[in-house]
């Protein structure tokens, strides 16, 4: 048995390949209801993440989880549930979406310069009453994942992604279970 690697550094190594035109519009171009979620990438010191890249899932406004087929699809008549959405220079980010039903949160991966693994979180534009996750944290760390609507802004909402330090975003772990067969071989 070889031993294990060691990880690389999950970018910037997309920034020509991943990102594509579109990425942020999940809403149909002149829909009624799009709202924007924007904010900045910071890093551990404060500066801003120039070069990550974010993807976003999340529900229909109907509540169903299955999208439409195609994460490129931008014919105005399906609502993908999927987006990848890079920063800019300043470390900004923009996405255009429709509020999902059912599960009151946007699911959010993180991939950075410097991170050995990508970061899930949640961006939440309301605190839904109830909510296990929100309620299992303390106030300031919830804070961390509540979307604040812009003053004077309709249906926009400010979301900073903080990777360390003072006030970083709440991540959440994700682990895969593998199955063994009886000579503890994994299943998949």
Same mark, same amino acid.
């Given at each position: 048995?070889?031993?294990p690697?060691?990880?690389?550094?999950?970018?910037?190594?997309?920034?020509t390949?991943?990102?594509?035109?579109?990425?942020?519009?999940l809403?149909?171009?002149?829909?009624?209801?799009?709202?924007?979620?924007h904010?900045?990438?910071?890093?551990?010191?404060?500066?801003?993440?120039? +070069?990550?890249?974010?993807?976003?899932?999340?529900a229909?406004? +109907?509540?169903?989880l299955a999208?439409?087929?195609?994460?490129? $699809?931008?014919?105005?008549?399906?609502?993908?549930?999927f987006?990848?959405?890079?920063? #800019?220079r300043?470390?900004?980010?923009?996405?255009?979406t429709?509020?999902?039903?059912?599960?009151p949160?946007?699911?959010? #991966?993180?991939?950075? $310069?410097g991170?050995?693994? !990508?970061?899930?979180?949640?961006?939440?534009?309301?605190?839904?009453?109830? +909510?296990?996750?929100?309620?299992?944290?303390?106030?300031q &760390? &919830?804070?961390?994942?509540?979307? &604040?609507?812009?003053?004077?802004? $309709?249906?926009?909402? &400010?979301? +900073?992604?903080?990777?360390?330090?003072?006030?970083?975003?709440?991540?959440?772990?994700? !682990?895969?279970?593998?199955?063994?067969?009886?000579?503890?071989?994994?299943?998949?």
């Amino acid at each position: 048995m070889l031993p294990p690697t060691p990880s690389q550094t999950v970018g910037p190594y997309y920034g020509t390949a991943l990102p594509f035109p579109g990425g942020g519009d999940l809403a149909p171009p002149g829909h009624p209801k799009t709202v924007t979620v924007h904010g900045h990438v910071y890093d551990g010191e404060g500066t801003p993440v120039p +070069d990550a890249l974010l993807e976003f899932w999340q529900a229909a406004p +109907d509540g169903s989880l299955a999208g439409a087929p195609g994460s490129l $699809r931008r014919d105005g008549r399906a609502f993908t549930g999927f987006a990848r959405v890079p920063t #800019c220079r300043d470390g900004h980010y923009v996405l255009h979406t429709l509020l999902p039903g059912g599960a009151p949160y946007l699911a959010l #991966c993180v991939l950075a $310069r410097g991170l050995d693994h !990508h970061l899930f979180t949640r961006v939440y534009v309301a605190e839904p009453p109830g +909510d296990l996750l929100l309620a299992a944290l303390p106030a300031q &760390r &919830r804070a961390t994942l509540l979307a &604040r609507p812009e003053p004077g802004q $309709r249906n926009s909402y &400010r979301f +900073d992604v903080k990777l360390q330090g003072e006030d970083e975003t709440v991540f959440l772990s994700w !682990h895969q279970q593998h199955g063994n067969d009886e000579d503890g071989n994994s299943e998949g």
